[in-house]
């Protein structure tokens, strides 16, 4: 096991060569760098003497192979150096915006996994009655419903007309819950429908199987088939499904954090596309790598501690 972790950590490195090199190759060569400095600069300062001092700022007026070697080296020491829109080091900005993407994901991605674990197993223990049916037409509506539509809806009614939650805003420590209920409310309402339908698929795969029936005809208990047998044999696609979702935590709350203002990585990700901030762009790009392999090695060995069977050579 420890083995097979350090060899997976060592992949991170040509892992992150190879992101690099795309991302470089994307901004140097297929987009060019003069135009990303072009619209970077506010319209008054688009000379070429700005354009010139800026090209020499971020290294641009260097040899190709030397550009590639400085990327590499802010990738490894995790220093991008400022922000050109926000005037302040990216490391602060990052430190100053993931604690608020985390207190808005985290929470409603915890409850949105407990829910649809709760219910998927209703769905299965009660399969073709009434809940299983009741449960399975709402999260066919919740999936046929984009966020977009739900985050409309649910400020047009629930936070101005009805003035149950604030439209929009932030504040700093636990006043920041006032403004995060309604956010977590429509995040759990979008995403618990695609889990109820995974997570009861594969509970039912594995009622049919041989040892469901054996453990049957011993006269064990339905209830104890279900969440001693059938549930745990059922973890390794249901935690695949949930540690592939939490990279995707990051980018997955764009939306809620810029129609409720929250300042979290997402809002930070949006200003410098639009604003053509090149070192806050470098740090999400590693940032976005870095979390998907991590939580793809920790589904990797998840899998071993949750069934037997696997074993990681």
């Known amino acids: 096991m420890l083995n097979y972790i350090i060899r997976r950590m060592l992949y991170l490195i040509p892992t992150l060569l190879g992101v690099a090199l795309i991302f470089f190759l994307i901004f140097n060569v ?6 990303f400095l072009y619209n970077m600069l506010p ?17 641009l007026d260097k040899p190709l192979v030397i550009q590639y070697t400085d990327m590499i080296k802010q990738m490894i020491t995790l220093d991008f150096g400022r922000s050109e829109s926000r005037k302040l080091p990216v490391s602060r900005l990052i430190k100053r915006h993931v604690p608020n993407s985390a ?53 047009n009614l629930l936070a101005y007309r009805w ?16 403004y995060l209920i309604l956010p977590w409310i429509l995040w759990v309402t979008v995403s618990v429908g695609y889990d109820i339908r995974f997570f009861r698929t594969a509970l039912l795969e594995e009622i049919h199987k041989d040892y469901v029936r054996t453990a049957r005809a011993k006269g064990v208990n339905n209830r104890q088939i279900m969440f001693k047998h059938v549930l745990r044999n059922a973890l390794i696609p249901i935690l695949t499904a949930v540690v592939i979702q939490i ?24 200003q410098a596309i639009t604003s053509y901030d090149l070192p806050v762009l470098k740090a999400m790009i590693v940032i976005y790598t870095l979390f998907f392999i991590v939580f793809s090695l920790l589904t990797d060995i998840l899998y071993a501690l949750v069934d037997p069977r696997v074993r990681l050579s």
Request: net charge positive; proline share 3%.
């Open 103 to 155: 207190a808005l994901t985290f929470p409603a991605f915890f409850f949105e996994i407990a829910i649809s674990l709760i219910i998927s197993c209703l769905c299965a223990f009660y399969r073709g009655r009434f809940v299983d049916r009741f449960f399975t037409v709402l999260s066919v509506i919740g999936m046929s419903i984009s966020m977009l539509v739900l985050i409309i809806l649910g400020q």
């Open 247 to 270: 990279p995707f935590l990051l980018t997955g709350s764009l939306l809620l954090e810029r129609f409720f203002s929250i300042p979290g990585i997402g809002d930070l990700t949006i």
């Open 163 to 178: 003035g149950l939650f604030p439209i929009s805003g932030w504040q700093k420590g636990i006043g920041a819950v006032k």
């Open 30 to 35: 297929v987009g060019g760098n003069e135009k």
């Open 43 to 59: 319209k008054k300062a688009r000379t070429a003497e700005q354009i010139e001092f800026y090209r020499h700022k971020y290294g």
